[in-house]
C-alpha cells in the first residue's frame, strides 16, 4: 500500500487543495498479460477549476511529476480524462512513441476503466479497477 500513499501524496504535495477538488488513488487489474502500466496512479481533479493532473509511478520516473489530463467528458456519473506521455530512452536520446490514455471513473461506484494506445504502433492496454477518494489530512 505504500506505491499507492506515495504517489498520491506526491500528486497533492504538487497542488494547492481546494474544497472542490478530489484526488482519487485507482488500482487498475490489466485486461490481458500485456501492461502498461504497473497499475497503481492518483489522479486530482477540482471540479471548480476544472484543472486534472495524473500521477503514476511511471509519469514520476519519466517526468519527475505529475501531468496535467484534459476533461473530455463529465457528468452526475461519470467523468472521462485524457492524458499522454512520451517515452524517452534519455541515455541514448531515443524517442519512443506517445502513448494517449484515458480513463473514465463511474463516481457512485469508483469504479475505473483505463485505455492507452501507443501513437503508430498497433498497440492497445486497458484495464479495469476501483479507485478510492483519499481524504486530505488537515
Do not use: Q
Not at 93 to 117: C, D, E, M, Q, W
Amino acid at each position: 500500500m505504500k506505491c499507492p500513499i506515495i504517489i498520491a501524496m506526491a500528486l497533492i504535495a504538487a497542488l494547492a487543495t481546494s474544497a472542490s477538488a478530489k484526488t482519487y488513488v485507482c488500482r487498475v487489474k490489466p485486461d490481458s498479460t500485456n501492461t502498461w502500466d504497473e497499475g497503481v496512479f492518483a489522479f486530482h481533479h477540482d471540479e471548480k477549476t476544472g484543472e486534472v493532473l495524473v500521477n503514476s509511478g511511471i509519469i514520476l520516473g519519466i517526468e519527475g511529476h505529475p501531468v496535467p489530463a484534459k476533461v473530455t467528458y463529465e457528468n452526475a456519473k461519470r467523468i472521462t480524462v485524457k492524458w499522454e506521455m512520451r517515452y524517452i530512452n534519455r541515455e541514448k536520446g531515443i524517442s519512443l512513441p506517445r502513448i494517449l490514455y484515458r480513463a473514465t471513473l463511474y463516481k457512485r461506484t469508483l469504479k475505473i476503466i483505463v485505455s492507452s494506445t501507443a501513437s503508430g504502433l498497433n498497440v492497445n492496454f486497458g484495464g479495469r479497477g476501483k479507485c478510492a477518494v483519499l481524504k486530505p489530512s488537515r
